[in-house]
């Protein structure tokens, strides 16, 4: 007997306008339990409107969402008891200590006080905020008050977890500690439900990916999956000799030659399947090549082509020095 998925975020139908203009035109999303599931999206997709209504910040017009086993419209309270939800900006208090943001969130959840004290130094160990745990955030470094807003999300051990743009503004190394504190949660079993511009981060983090456009979802996969949908992949091989090459461009006679640099740019779709098929081909006729490189399509193409235009420069991640 097989075992029945459960599903810690379940939508069907998810409508939302405002006015005339449609934002959300009946979405489908399920998002197993433990998984990190990425909802991608040009601005204006609707990403930020679909956290709101999944959050209960904001009513559905139609659909039916369905949240840790609980039916938004039918128990919304027990919904909101099983989620947290870091948003684009930071929430901590300024005029608080970090120790005393994380106890008063304790007590808006109404934890006993043991407990929420617990819980805080808990969290300020686990996101190595100790040292910084008497001093108020405004003198925190930007990475470290997301640290602490993640810290206040998980104060009541939710199940599931919303993050919108969790890592905007931060530099690459500070976004990587993000990246490793996510894993980590998912790890321990909680569900990660991620809206993000910086498409290298849902390629590091999602297990699965939606791409959602004018409303709708235009695509749906693991970010392999999502990448074979796009043409574009190749091979590229070099040789050590033009009769080598000669050889090699017999067999293969889809491949773009390129003579001067002794290369053959052949159609693939980057998987196992299809390089092997090359090593192969070139067994076949005893030719040895000098390099190899399988090149696949990225998240940006397949952005650009799904929903037409690239992203804008302002939502492209600063790049990583090189190390």
């Known amino acids: 007997m097989s075992a029945i ?10 409508r939302k306008s405002f006015g005339a203009e449609v934002v959300l035109d009946g979405i489908d999303l399920a998002v197993p339990a433990g998984s990190i599931f990425a909802l991608l999206g040009p601005n204006g997709a609707g990403k930020t409107t679909t956290v709101h209504i999944l959050t209960t910040l904001l009513p559905a017009d139609g659909g039916t969402v369905t949240i840790a086993g609980h039916d938004l419209a039918d128990e919304p309270d027990a919904a909101r008891r099983a989620i947290g939800v870091t948003g684009q900006f930071s929430a901590v208090d300024n005029l608080l200590t970090g120790e005393e943001n994380l106890i008063l969130m304790a007590d808006l959840l109404h934890l006993d006080r043991a407990e929420g004290r ?25 990475g470290m008050r997301r640290k602490l807003d993640l810290a206040m999300t998980l104060i ?12 905007t503004g931060l530099d690459p190394r500070t976004r990587r500690m993000m990246w490793e504190a996510i894993r980590g ?3 321990s079993g909680v569900t990660i439900f991620l809206t993000t511009q910086y498409l290298e981060e849902a390629d590091e983090l999602a297990d699965r990916i939606a791409l959602l456009d004018q409303g709708r979802i235009v695509a749906e996969g693991t970010a392999t999956e999502l990448k074979r949908m ?5 091979i590229s091989v070099r040789f050590a000799t033009p009769v080598a090459l000669d050889a090699a461009a017999g067999v293969f006679t889809r491949a773009q030659r390129d003579d001067e640099a002794l290369t053959l740019q052949i159609p693939a779709d980057g998987g196992v399947g299809s390089l092997r098929a090359v090593l192969d081909g070139l067994d076949a006729v005893r030719v040895q090549p000098d ?12 952005f650009l082509s799904l929903t037409g235009r690239p992203r804008a420069a302002s939502e492209a991640p600063a790049k990583e020095p090189v190390r």
């Open 230 to 234: 796009i043409p574009g992949g190749h």
């Open 156 to 167: 009541g051990d939710p199940q599931v977890i919303f993050l919108d743009e969790p890592t």
């Open 291 to 302: 390099e190899l490189t399988v090149h696949s399509p990225d998240l940006d193409d397949v």
């Open 185 to 187: 949660l998912a790890a």
């Open 118 to 142: 617990r819980r805080a130094a808990e969290l300020l160990e686990r996101f190595d905020l100790v040292d910084a745990a008497n001093r108020a955030p405004a003198g925190y470094s930007g």
């Open 5 to 14: 998925r459960s599903d810690a975020v379940s939508v069907i139908g998810l």
